[in-house]
């Protein structure tokens, strides 16, 4: 397992596990690339939930259709909960995207986007992708207009900007352009210098990144992931005793048993290169 894989299991839940509302950082994995535009692409995701109702035994079909005609609040939640229950996050999100028309508050805008652009990060063929990152960029928008001065709204924004620039077809450097613009009102956000530092791996610019994320742990020394980060930065650069050292460090801030081994297991692969 190389360790981009590492950093995936260890920083982000499994989609499909109910873990939806932390903060938005990226995953060290390289997005997929498109062959046909976005704009030649037809999706409808009544056509997913249809698929995933079909599956469903004729009481638990019922009480959907049951939550799904009532256009409250509480009808929505249980929805969300029960697609999240079930591991199906495109109906999640779904219903994410319904309770945020509903409510319009930018914190509902805001987890609508994120459900999208998880979706969008981990799952779907072409057509999909193009849909999910699209509706993560109008919830997330939605969310900024609502509430300007949220900082992270932006970030997030910046980063579904730029992880789906090839599905949306639009420009790589209007994300990174946000993210540095919140960079500049707060140079302090955490947020936003780890996704300048992992956008700065993905681009080839390694001292541009390790700075980003010594910035971090300057901020917040006990900022575990900027380690993971930089074990990555390092070992892609060869310096396989420098990542080591990353991971040691990664580790002296965790409790997990489970994080540990597989951290223990990725540094004896390194060790071999030595």
């Known amino acids: 397992m190389k360790l981009p894989q590492i950093i995936l299991v260890l920083l982000a839940a499994v989609v499909g596990a109910i873990i939806y509302m932390t903060p938005i950082a990226p995953i060290a994995h390289e997005v997929e690339v498109a062959e046909t535009p976005a704009n030649t692409v037809e999706y ?11 599956s469903l035994d004729s009481a638990a079909l019922d009480e959907v259709n049951k939550w799904e005609s009532s256009e409250n609040e509480f009808a929505l939640d249980t929805l969300i909960g029960f697609y999240d229950m079930l591991r199906k996050p495109v109906g999640a999100a779904f219903f994410a995207l319904k309770r945020a028309e509903k409510t319009n508050t930018a914190q509902d805008w805001t987890e609508a986007g994120e459900r999208f652009l998880l979706n969008a990060k981990y799952m779907g063929e072409q057509p999909q992708k ?8 109008a919830c997330f928008e939605k969310a900024v207009e609502l509430d300007p001065e949220d900082l992270d709204i932006q970030v997030d924004l910046g980063v579904c900007l730029m992880e789906g620039s090839t599905f949306m077809g639009t420009p790589p450097m209007e994300g990174i352009g946000m993210l540095k613009a919140v960079e500049a009102k707060d140079p302090k956000n955490i947020k936003a210098l780890i ?6 791996i993905k681009s080839g610019q390694f001292d541009k990144a390790e700075e980003r994320f010594k910035q971090v742990l300057a901020i917040d020394s006990k900022y575990a992931e900027a380690y993971l980060y930089l074990a990555d930065l390092h070992e892609r650069q060869k310096m396989f005793k420098v990542a080591i050292a990353d991971l040691e460090n990664y580790k002296s801030l965790i409790n997990d048993p489970k994080k540990v081994k597989e951290v ?6 390194l060790n071999k290169n030595i």
Do not use: C, M, P, V
């Open 130 to 137: 193009a849909s999910w990152f699209s509706q993560s960029r």
């Open 264 to 269: 223990d297991d990725y540094i004896l692969e």
């Open 195 to 200: 996704n300048l530092g992992y956008f700065g």
């Open 44 to 54: 409808n995701i009544q056509d997913d939930l249809t698929e995933i109702k079909n």
